[in-house]
């Protein structure tokens, strides 16, 4: 039988809402927020104010795209956790407000499930991955390898201890003077530099854990020292120092998934989160396919940042579950990988 689920994203700067027919998505609609550039990364307050003005719209306009009325939605799917807690704050209250009135279930998901299961959005080119495989997570505020099991049962192998590999993309960007979000711009100039040119110090972890704090700590002091020397140094050699750099991150990244491929037998691949953007990190996962015989799973581009579609996606495999949240659940900034 046919479900229509509204997902409703806004665990940071993004207010997303999707409306989806069992796995086809219906449409998908986010607002970005453009301020933050102003502060070289995200302001929280500012995050959960834009998330007020935006949300409405947000779902209004979802909704209109989808051909779908509200009298006609099964559920109502919204993201509870991990996230900023302002912004969390927005999505949950609007969630409640209208499952309440519609008097239809309320859903809550995980964000970092919804990534996962952003994989099994009914989207052409897509590929559905079989359990089990290994997902690579990585964003801004996460790095983790999981073992996925079913659609709710995971098995988190390992994950960084500090910083994650989108911060530290982000940081980098940031001491050599590129503007926020610096990632996107790394990538960029990464594709017309020498990946060789510079080295940077990598972490020595045990097992499948990552640590990031301090290649981001081994950048900024080469870079003090070779711009004493010579003041032009990071435009001098921008594209070499964002090929490096980069190099350096998907090193780090798949030194630890290339181990947990190894020690499980699982070849099966996938890759999450809105570092899975990034093209180094797409041809890396590509080549191992023939290197190592590895199947990998991609996302398209509009499912690799946070975005409504993988959240209804996420509540529908719920709602077969019948797995419907209280009227009393509470946001969470903190929620771990297993948190229902």
């Known amino acids: 039988m046919e479900k229509f689920i509204l997902g409703i994203e806004s665990s940071c700067d993004d207010t997303s809402a999707a409306v989806i027919s069992n796995t086809k998505i219906l449409a998908n609609v986010t607002a970005n927020q453009d301020i933050h550039r102003e502060f070289g990364g995200v302001v929280p307050e500012l995050a959960s104010r834009a998330h007020q003005q935006n949300i409405v719209p947000v779902v209004d306009a979802a909704l209109k795209k989808s051909g779908i009325s509200s009298n006609q939605l099964s559920a109502i799917a919204f993201t509870s956790g991990p996230g900023l807690m302002g912004s969390l704050l927005v999505g949950t209250s609007f969630a409640k407000s209208m499952a309440m009135a519609l008097n239809i279930p309320l859903i809550e998901v995980n964000h970092m499930q919804a990534h996962i299961l952003a994989h099994f959005i009914e989207n052409e080119g897509m590929e559905t991955p079989p359990f089990p495989f290994l997902c690579l997570t990585v964003s801004g505020g996460h790095t983790q390898i999981v073992k996925v099991n079913d659609h709710f049962e995971y098995v988190l192998l390992g994950e960084t201890i500090d910083d994650a590999a989108g911060e530290a993309f982000d940081k980098a960007a940031k001491i050599m003077g590129l503007p926020y979000p610096g990632g996107p711009l790394i990538d960029k100039y990464a594709q017309l530099g020498d990946s060789s040119k510079f080295s940077f110090n990598k972490p020595r972890m045990d097992e499948y854990n990552f640590s990031f704090s301090g290649l981001k700590t081994s950048i900024l002091y ?94 529908y495999f719920k709602f077969l579950k019948q797995n419907f949240s209280e009227i009393d659940v509470l946001a969470q900034a903190r929620k771990k990988l297993n948190a229902e």
């Open 222 to 315: 080469y870079l003090q020292k070779e711009v004493k020397t010579n003041p032009n140094f990071v435009e001098e050699n921008l594209n070499d120092l964002c090929a490096s750099i980069q190099r350096t991150i998907m090193e780090i990244l798949f030194d630890k998934l290339e181990k947990a491929s190894a020690d499980t037998g699982i070849k099966h691949i996938a890759i999450a989160g809105g570092v899975s953007a990034n093209s180094a990190l797409r041809k890396g996962l590509k080549e191992r396919e023939n290197i190592l015989g590895w199947k990998p799973y991609i996302p398209s581009f509009e499912f690799c940042t946070d975005n409504g579609a993988m959240i209804a996606v996420s509540g």
